[in-house]
């Protein structure tokens, strides 16, 4: 039992950490109303992941070979441009809100972005959910008296992911302003940098980028095949052997999203606090 | 933006696409299946510097998931499929795998020599 839950809690865990954000992210902009964007997201995603688990199953052919891995990688590198746009797009907010006691914004122009929500949801589900999806299956259809510990505990992975989702929106309501947009924004540039780290590295196993030597061996201090290193490579892309293109990438994305995301601006037009909407969604 | 995005998220797989269509064709192809949990062989040797293809079949009943961390491989393999999983060229060492789902059981490594 102990095995199928921590497998399924590591594969929903960063499903139920995105879905947190985001949702705790349009309570804090005073956007509950939008909440159905995220959910719809999440909902589609969980559709798809089916659909994904359906067709690796039931398809066959040289296109099954190749085609979930390109998908695979391609949904990596999608979600980073989305979690950077999203930390692009938290930053103005949190400009513009900055002084602003009622923290208004112009929920008719906010709406026109809010697909980008809908957008974080659904990659955060889709990315790991076939893999779920399959493997809850896997143990379902398995099922003999002995073996119901594996599904309680693959089902109990998945709802404890969820419970855990749930107590980060609600800290997220806790944080004063400044602070839920600077800690959702570390948080998700460390998640996108992993991603990207993983995307290279998916690439690498693949064939397309040269590996090279590893450039270490951690594996001694954290093994990433232990149940701590599984869910650190899971969540920011600790490798306990990385690869040089990983490990570049890796920093390579950190400091441009850094520089992007956290760095002053010195230029801000005073006006900005005064008319939260001006800059934040242009 | 909506193009913007939809425009590096096409940019991406054609990348990817033209990546495959530039690789070498037809590696040595290796059999390799999973029956009770299991691998079998557990042990698979290989010629350094060469890239591979693993033919993994699934006789089991329950879909399980070739994977190794070192050579950044993840894998699902349907119940009764065969997959084509294409390993890069390796440097002499050992590469241990695992069947994700049933990670007490399904083990073996590649010898790379």
Known sequence: MGATFVVTLREAFEAALLLGIVYSYLERVGARAQYHWVTLGGVLGLLASVLAGLAVTFLSGPLLDLGPDLVAAAVMFFAVALLTWHGWWMRQHARAVKGDVQRRIDEARATQRLWIVALVAFTGVFREGAETVL???GLMSQTTISSWGGVTGGVLGV????VLGWAIFRGGRQLSLPRFFAATSVLLVVVAAGLFSTGIGKLIGLGFIPAGDPLWDSSGLLDDHSVVGGFLSGLTGYRARPTAPEVIGYIVYLV???????TPRTAAPATDAARPSAGALS | MTRRLTAAFLVAIAAVVLA?????ADPKEIPITIE????SPEEIKVKAGEPFVLVVTNKD????EFESKDLRIEKVVPAGKTMKIRVRALKPGTYPFVGEYHEKTAKGRIIAE
């Not at chain 1, 709802?159 to 969820?162: F, N, Q």
């Not at chain 2, 009770?36 to 691998?39: A, I, L, S, V």
């Open chain 2, 36 to 39: 009770n949990n299991r691998f």
């Open chain 1, 159 to 162: 709802v404890v992911a969820a």
């Open chain 2, 20 to 24: 495959t269509a530039a690789r070498a």
């Open chain 1, 256 to 262: 441009g999203a850094g520089l992007l995301l956290f």
């Open chain 2, 61 to 64: 009943k329950a879909p399980e």
């Open chain 1, 135 to 137: 493997f809850l299956w």
